[in-house]
């Protein structure tokens, strides 16, 4: 299976070079020497036998260490991707962090987009627990940015403060943050900035490298809330996604702020559309269309983003398989917050609330973090229209609560559309 | 991180320019040896293990150093390490290691016989002697790029050779991953137990990996003779007790050593070591004897004295606090211990320490009477 993958994207990048002749780009090059030393699948160096290398997971508690089992290991801890990614490497994170006993994180990471594939013997089983139930195997993965087709999303400004939805693009052809070399990881931030500085009007931006940055432009990023930091959360160090920091790292921003691109974080990219204010129809808009813009600048010089039908957009961690699409408000629900049946509210709309810090803070006051719960299995359209009804009926609750009405838990969502 | 060797010839698909390390703000050893011409010619080789020269310098790159502590920025991941990239490690060698050259021959010398006093350390001033090295085992690849099956041998090998120890040396194994609580904090109230390393510089080399398995902590009942599995090195090797006998603490370790080798050696795998860098550890720091032999001593006068960094270095001696490297002082007590680690022999380094200490207890002494020391400061060694 991976040798055909394989083929498949030679052919791809083929075509690429077709397209250029005439372009003189320094890409070129590149493309033409590719193929030559990579020793596709060449054996990794082993002195002991499968059993003598497998891990002790007695003590963990993370999805990579429910699905790996002696046998699994055995049979794919001599493979290598093209690139001479290993499972050794893949699995080193959930090693190192046995986890928690009440968050179960994902415990491995792919190194390069034929990870998901020469590894699929323990990729599928973490994908399908962890996405509740979606089968690689068996089922499609659905991509829709046509935010036409969105309905309502204009919430109340008393309750939602601001609106945001992020997601995350790889670059075809470059190995992922855990696996990529200096130079890889350096065309990654070549591609996409050259890609961003084709944006306009309301898209038009600037580029802030981390490594040339001035004290003043890193104090507004700072203000603006937009500048983000070298990793420190094991989960990410352990993977080896903070090496050489911090060359080739960077922020991107359009000039109203409301459109911002990381490079070269924790994934190749990851874009995110926000402003204050209850206009999520809007925010989502601006996502689709920037997305599709830098998509089709890529193009124009021969590159794309990973995905493919089973897994939707490829990214390093296997939670943000399929849409990799965030989309949340902070609202205030004073009253609703404090009812016994909010949890089952929210697990019925099939959403999840957070801290107004992110993943794992504190709610502040009574305002909350509410996004999609899923990632895989419906489409990016299908998720955000989710989100909308269900922060509209969380308004509505509301509302009934502050009249003294009472509210009704509402019959579950179905999960794949 | 460790990458196999399809990751490395994949890399060579780029340019040297493009897979060159930024080091303009970097201030380590490593940074200022490694040049792109140097990189261009190590980028294609690896030792037999699979080690390769971005693998070798990764820790120097994540960690770009201080303004004013010169940290050495690179490691090795086996003993071929320091041949096949010689090209880099020797000049870092001869930067860390005061000039120290690529033909120059390591003297070692474990014949405890040959230090001349050390038994007469004043107990008033000297509290506690303490002699500190590590170990290789030959075979194995070192702990940045070590697989979890050669750690496990590497423990398994180390815990049998102790276990089979007697005498003074009889003692006991605890693995890290299956201690048990009281074991734990006993080990903590004796100041044995160590911890997963938090050091940006060690975990940058990959030294944490799959913590902890295969750690752990041997040590004789008498508690005077501790010996570490797999931390930094394979083994780091400990010989201490109260007090200033310093020549005790260093037969034992001498004695010590020596057992474990012979057993070592009977299973064909001996330490690591060469005629010219003596024994090899991970860090260039440590090779030649990786000796640290040290005491904590109360000099509250010496060390307020205007000429006592001056007379350190002189003693070829450095302090530290009593909490380790770079802590302060605390009442007074320092520990004191010898700064050089190749070149010299065992038998050298704890020599320049005992004299050494024994000369600034006499000038302690001495400013105690309010007398002056000038006529005793000791002439460059």
Excluded at chain 1, 43 to 55: D, Q, T
Aim: proline share 5%; aromatic share 8%; charged share 25%.
């Amino acid at each position: 299976m991976a040798s055909s993958f394989a083929r498949v994207l030679s052919s791809k990048r083929k075509v690429g070079i077709l397209s250029l002749v005439g372009a003189g780009s320094l890409t070129v090059g590149f493309f033409l020497n590719r193929e030559q030393h990579v020793n596709a699948g060449a054996h990794v160096r082993r002195i002991y036998p499968p059993s003598a290398e497998y891990p002790d997971l007695r003590k963990h508690n993370n999805c990579m260490a429910s699905h790996l089992t002696p046998a699994v290991y055995a049979k794919l801890s001599d493979k290598t991707t093209p690139n001479g990614y290993t499972l050794d490497l893949a699995i080193q994170t959930g090693v190192d962090n046995p986890g928690h006993p009440f968050i179960k994180t994902v415990g491995m990471v792919a190194g390069d987009e034929e990870s998901y594939e020469v590894f699929a013997g323990i990729f599928n089983p973490v994908i399908k627990e962890r996405h509740n139930g979606y089968d690689p195997c068996t089922m499609n993965h659905p991509t829709d940015l046509d935010a036409s087709k969105i309905r309502g999303g204009q919430f109340d400004d008393k309750y939602v403060l601001s609106s945001r939805v992020r997601t995350g693009r790889s670059i075809r052809g470059l190995s992922l943050p855990p696996a990529c070399t200096r130079a890889e990881r350096r065309e990654v931030e070549r591609v996409v900035i050259d890609a961003l500085a084709g944006l306009k009007g309301d898209l038009a931006g600037k580029y802030f490298s981390l490594t040339v940055m001035t004290e003043q432009e890193q104090q507004q990023l700072i203000d603006d809330h937009f500048l983000f930091d070298k990793p420190v959360s094991p989960l990410l160090t352990c993977a080896g996604m903070a090496r050489d920091w911090p060359d080739a790292r960077g922020i991107w921003h359009n000039n109203e702020k409301t459109f911002l691109v990381w490079v070269n974080e924790e994934d190749h990219t990851r874009v995110i559309s926000m402003e204050k204010g209850g206009n999520m129809k809007r925010v989502f808009e601006r996502f689709c269309k920037g997305l599709q813009e830098v998509e089709r600048l890529i193009q124009e010089k021969g590159w794309e983003f990973m995905w493919n039908e089973h897994l939707g957009y490829i990214l390093t961690c296997p939670s943000n398989l399929g849409t990799g699409l965030r989309a949340g408000v902070h609202v205030t629900l004073p009253r609703l917050s404090k009812d016994p049946r909010f949890p089952k509210i929210l697990d019925n709309l099939r959403l999840q609330k957070r801290g107004t810090g992110g993943v794992d803070t504190a709610a502040v006051g009574n305002t909350f973090d509410i996004s999609n719960l899923d990632r895989l299995g419906q489409s990016e359209v299908q998720l955000v229209q989710t989100v909308i009804d269900g922060v509209n009926y969380l308004i509505e609750c509301e509302k009934k609560l502050e009249r003294g009405q009472d509210i009704k838990i509402p019959a579950p969502i179905s999960q794949f559309k | 991180m460790p990458f196999g060797n399809t990751h490395n010839n994949f890399k060579l698909n780029y340019s040297v320019e493009d897979e060159f390390p930024d080091l303009t703000k970097h201030n380590n050893h490593m940074a200022k040896v490694l040049t792109q011409e140097m990189y261009a010619k190590l980028r294609d080789k690896q030792t037999p293990t699979g080690f390769t020269v971005d693998d070798v310098i990764q820790t120097g790159v994540d960690n770009p150093g201080h303004p004013f502590i010169m940290t050495v920025g690179c490691v090795a991941g086996d003993e071929e390490s320091y041949e096949v990239f010689k090209d880099l490690l020797d000049p870092v060698i001869s930067d860390r290691h005061g000039g120290y050259k690529a033909t120059d021959k390591h003297k070692t010398d474990l014949n405890f016989e040959n230090l001349k006093g050390g038994d007469d350390l004043d107990p008033n001033y000297v509290l506690s002697s303490r002699v500190r090295t590590g170990r290789s085992i030959k075979g194995y690849a070192l702990p940045p790029h070590n697989s979890r099956g050669e750690r496990r041998a590497v423990e398994k090998l180390s815990v049998e050779a102790l276990n089979s120890l007697d005498g003074e040396f009889k003692g006991k194994y605890y693995p890290l991953k299956s201690m048990t609580d009281a074991e734990q904090e006993q080990l903590i109230a004796d100041h044995f137990l160590f911890d997963k390393p938090v050091s940006p510089l060690l975990l940058g080399a990959g030294m944490a990996r799959d913590w902890p398995d295969a750690r752990g902590i041997w040590h004789n009942e008498n508690k005077t003779f501790l010996v570490w599995v797999n931390e930094e090195d394979h083994l780091r090797v400990i010989s201490m007790q109260k007090g200033g006998n310093m020549k005790e603490v260093f037969k034992r370790f001498c004695v010590g050593l020596q057992r474990i080798e012979e057993i070592f050696k009977k299973h064909n795998h001996g330490f690591m070591w060469n005629q010219h860098l003596g024994f090899i550890l991970t860090c260039p720091s440590n090779l030649g004897t990786g000796l640290r032999g040290g005491v904590h001593v109360k000099l509250p006068k010496l060390s307020t004295h205007a000429k006592f960094e001056e007379i350190l270095n002189r003693l070829r001696l450095q302090k530290r606090g009593t909490g380790g490297v770079d802590t302060a002082s605390v009442g007074g007590v320092f520990d004191i211990s010898n700064a050089d680690r190749i070149g010299s022999s065992e038998v050298d380094q704890v020599q320049c320490v005992v004299d050494g200490v024994k000369l600034m207890v006499e000038m302690e002494k001495k400013l105690e009477k309010g007398e002056s020391i000038d006529s005793m400061i000791p002439a460059q060694k």
